[in-house]
């Protein structure tokens, strides 16, 4: 559940390694982040979790992601709901596990996985688990508990919009990762 780069490194780095990614899920989830609606943002969480799957792996991955998640909301409680941070955590477990365990190797592998990556990540969690986090969300927060529209005419009519802000959030975030990737590759192979 860890990459071979992160098991090779001293304590000391490791600590090092883990408090670095931990504090950009921080600001990322703090600074630079827009609020365009309580449940559409646009973040940069997706890179930070992808970077920190990618050098650290799986577990770490999971933990600054949930973690970033929780600190950013006690640094700046914005209406935060604990769901996001545990399906972007989730998000950092999968991504750190396919990175792993994809069977692809040579020059293209990286973007190889990272395309695959992307792809599942996507479908799997914007697509359907945030979909029904966000239902959750409306239902806690803003309904007071009280159905007003099931979830099937809450997703046919929010899906639609939602997915538009997130697809263009997720592909931005992730043609950073894409862009990084050549640099990654050479800070692993020290």
């Known amino acids: 559940m860890f990459t071979k780069y992160f098991r090779s490194l001293n304590p000391a780095k490791k600590i090092a390694y883990m408090a670095l990614f931990l504090a950009l899920a921080v600001v990322a989830n703090t600074v630079l982040d827009i609020d365009i609606t309580p449940q559409n943002k646009i973040t940069i969480t997706y890179l930070v979790t992808f970077l920190s799957a990618y050098v650290l792996g799986a577990l770490p991955a999971f933990f600054v992601a949930f973690a970033g998640d929780g600190l950013g909301h ?3 409680p914005d209406g935060n709901y604990w769901l996001y941070g545990l399906t972007l955590a989730l998000m950092g477990f999968v991504m750190g596990v396919l990175l792993k365990y994809l069977p692809f190797h040579g020059k293209r592998a990286p973007y190889i996985k990272t395309a695959i990556v992307c792809a599942v990540c996507y479908v799997l969690f914007t697509v359907c688990i945030n979909s029904v986090v966000n239902y959750t969300y409306a239902l806690v ?8 529209k099931t979830l099937w005419v809450y997703l046919a009519g929010y899906l639609p919009p939602r997915l538009a802000i997130q697809t263009a959030v997720y592909a931005g975030n992730f043609a950073v990762c894409f862009a990084l990737l050549p640099l990654l590759d050479r800070l692993m192979r020290r």
Not at 141 to 148: C, D, L, P
Request: glycine fraction near 18%.
């Open 141 to 148: 927060f803003i309904w007071g508990g009280e159905v007003n």
């Open 74 to 76: 006690l640094i700046m």
